[in-house]
Antibody, heavy 125, light 109 residues
Framework: QVQLQESGPGLVKPSETLSLTCTVS?????????WGWIRQPPGKGLEWIGS???????YYNPSLKSRVTISVDTSKNQFSLKLSSVTAADTAVYYC??????????????????WGKGTTVTVSS | QSVLTQPPSVSGAPGQRVTISCTGS?????????VHWYQQLPGTAPKLLIY???NRPSGVPDRFSGSKSGTSASLAITGLQAEDEADYYC?????????FGGGTKLTVL
């Protein structure tokens, strides 16, 4: 079955760049679908950061767009998140997920059907 | 402020039925974008519970059901069990964004 695993530093200094990688197993990224990043600050709800299509097209949350870069490496079956100029407000559990398109007569959308276990990132000096 | 509005908490006794609402607007649910629901057990990652308003992924009990009407959606849980105690999130699409509700904590009394 499809599995996703986040990896990266658990501690990042303020003003530096947060870098995370999501490794996908059980499915080839190049075969299709979007792949996304979602975060959850301590005690708070979920926030979509952005998604990347298998071809490389990216879609970002406008609230983070100036600081976010999502990329894909199909040779390693991985996609990555970079968030620059981090502050304490970026402290959160970061999840990667498969982001599926939903289309039926008269309606559409996207949903995340497979999630990684999440990785905690703390921004602190 | 979340784009989708959910009650912060709901509760019910074992065996009862509870519903969780998700209220959006004409730019998301009302625009024809469907609603999806996730269950987040304590200390774990979210899990897809309902997609496309009312479809259950394989393995999700039929005690969980979803519906959508106008600019709102609802998640219903019947035959409440202790293991259902979790946070529940609705999600839809709005102006090129995947948007989530603020989450609802379900307490089983």
């Amino acid at each position: 079955q499809v599995q996703l695993q986040e990896s990266g530093p658990g501690l990042v200094k303020p003003s530096e760049t947060l870098s995370l990688t999501c490794t996908v197993s059980g499915y080839s990224i190049s075969s299709g679908y979007y792949w996304g990043w979602i975060r959850q600050p301590p005690g708070k709800g979920l926030e979509w950061i952005g998604s990347i299509y298998h071809s490389g097209s990216t879609y970002y949350n406008p609230s983070l767009k100036s600081r976010v870069t999502i990329s894909v490496d199909t040779s390693k079956n991985q996609f990555s998140l970079k968030l620059s100029s981090v502050t304490a407000a970026d402290t959160a559990v970061y999840y990667c997920a498969r982001d599926r398109t939903w289309i039926q007569l008269g309606s559409s959308g996207y949903y995340m059907d497979v999630w990684g276990k999440g990785t905690t990132v703390t921004v602190s000096s | 402020q979340s784009v989708l509005t959910q009650p912060p908490s709901v509760s019910g006794a074992p065996g009862q039925r509870v519903t969780i609402s998700c209220t959006g607007s004409s730019s998301n649910i009302g625009a024809g974008y469907d609603v999806h629901w996730y269950q987040q057990l304590p200390g774990t990652a979210p899990k897809l519970l309902i997609y496309g308003n009312s479809n259950r992924p394989s393995g999700v009990p039929d005690r969980f059901s979803g519906s959508k009407s106008g600019t709102s959606a609802s998640l219903a849980i019947t035959g409440l069990q202790a293991e259902d105690e979790a946070d529940y999130y609705c999600q839809s699409y709005d102006s090129s964004l995947r948007v989530f509700g603020g989450g609802t904590k379900l307490t089983v009394l």
